[in-house]
């Protein structure tokens, strides 16, 4: 039964799927990050590390911000383009991501728990643009490999252009919406 909902969905249809499961696999790994559990040792660094990125992008204006937090996502989304390594690294950037999540929460909001700071970052629209981009590279990934095993990975390669144009488009909106809200 899902392989014939899988045949009868159209090319675009497909696409929105694997993205979708992506998606889900994106919030998953981070969930994983969040509740994974970590030593105040661990704790200490992940928070100076934060506090010190965040002191740069605080001390910038608006243009150098938005560029920074762009530049910062887009070269990561890049990262995830790439068939095998880009899940893989995917996965170890989304993880990290809801660690040091859970860290400054820890430190910063003791009282409250990681999962609900990390549910509560879905009411920014920024949160939405990136983990879409992120779920669109990852998508895209697994349309190459398969293309590739098809022998047609030409035709996929203009998939990738408007693709990354696509999710630069998004963190581009994303970093401005983020540096407007910090």
């Known amino acids: 039964m899902s392989l014939e909902f899988w045949k009868n969905a159209s090319p675009r249809g497909r696409r929105i799927i694997i993205i979708a499961m992506f998606f889900l696999f994106a919030i998953l790994v981070t969930i994983v990050g969040v509740l994974a559990p970590l030593s105040s040792q661990q704790i200490a660094n992940e928070n100076n590390e934060l506090n010190k990125t965040q002191q740069e992008v605080l001390n910038m204006d608006f243009a150098h911000r938005t560029a920074a937090i762009f530049l910062n996502n887009f070269e990561i989304c890049l990262l ?26 820890i430190t910063n909001n003791p009282n409250l ?11 920014f629209p920024f949160t939405w643009l990136e983990f879409i981009s992120y779920s669109t590279a990852l998508s895209e ?42």
Do not use: C, D, H
């Open 80 to 105: 995830m383009f790439v068939p095998i390594f880009g899940v893989v690294f995917g996965s170890i950037v989304l993880f990290n991501t809801g660690s040091v999540l859970a860290a400054e929460t």
């Open 113 to 123: 728990p990681p999962i609900l700071v990390f549910a509560v970052l879905f009411v």
């Open 141 to 182: 990934s697994f349309w190459l490999i398969r293309r590739g095993l098809q022998g047609e990975w030409k035709r996929e390669i203009k998939n990738l252009g408007k693709l990354v144009l696509i999710t630069a488009v998004l963190l581009v909106a994303g970093a401005m919406i983020e540096s407007l809200l910090i």
